[in-house]
């Protein structure tokens, strides 16, 4: 297994588009998290997926956005209209059960 | 809610010596993890080290170890015979023992480090 992966590297978008992004998580691991990353800040807690189940959404996670996880594999997060505050990196993040996460590389969104 | 607060924008360092990075953090809870993560420019999160809140002593892996206080809630990561490859921005992590909690990760604002040769 070579970790998880996230595609795609970089998303240049023009503002009100929809992007989609997706993650695949190290296979055995059950839990999958998003997060989001601006300049000169840390992650910021997106969502989190137990299996196929999405047990928590931040209140950062407006209506225009959206993350699934479909038979507990791979996951997507979808922005639709996006607006130039969007512009961020998106990390995923998978863990089995112990303590360990494992991350993606993220996908950097310009939003222009 | 947990804060976590790291107050040393960016740091330098020469190759070969030491430095300490600071980290402070916020809670009630008795039961939590501590960590540290590397992100280089290659973006990727890479732990460094962790530290269990039950336990006393600080952990220690190679060159990186933490100074845990616990009552202060302090939680600083030294670097010793520092290299040019840790060079990377430093992130302070908290998360909850709870499981309500979904073991997500609460992560300071960073702090750059330059390693000087």
């Known amino acids: 297994d070579t970790g998880v992966s996230q595609d795609p590297r970089h998303k240049i978008t023009k503002r009100g588009q929809n992007v989609t992004f997706r993650c695949d998580p190290i296979s055995e691991h059950n839990r999958l998290y998003w997060y989001r990353q601006t300049l000169g800040q840390g992650p910021e807690f997106l969502t989190y997926?137990?299996?196929?189940?999405?047990?928590?959404k931040s209140r950062l996670l407006s209506d225009r956005f959206s993350a699934e996880r479909p038979k507990g594999s791979f996951s997507t997060l979808e922005i639709q209209r996006t607006e130039q505050g969007d512009s961020a990196m998106y990390l995923c993040?998978?863990?089995?059960?112990?303590?360990?996460?494992?991350f993606g590389s993220g996908t950097r969104l310009t939003v222009v | 809610a947990q804060t976590v607060t790291q107050s040393q924008p960016e740091m330098s360092v020469q190759e070969a010596e030491t430095v300490t990075l600071s980290c402070t953090y916020d809670?009630?809870?008795?039961?939590?993890?501590l960590f540290w993560y590397k992100q280089p420019p290659s973006r990727q999160m890479i732990l460094v080290i962790r530290q269990e809140a039950y336990k006393q002593q600080n952990a220690t892996e190679n060159r990186f170890s933490v100074n845990f206080q616990k009552a202060a809630k302090s939680f600083s990561l030294k670097i010793s015979d520092s290299q040019l490859g840790d060079a990377a921005m430093y992130f302070c992590a908290y998360r909850s023992g709870s499981g309500g909690s979904n073991y997500k990760l609460t992560f300071g604002k960073g702090t750059l480090l330059t390693v000087n040769p």
């Open positions: 809670t009630s809870e008795s039961d939590y993890y």
């Open positions: 993040a998978s863990r089995g059960q112990g303590y360990g996460y494992t």
């Open positions: 997926f137990q299996n196929e189940a999405q047990l928590e």
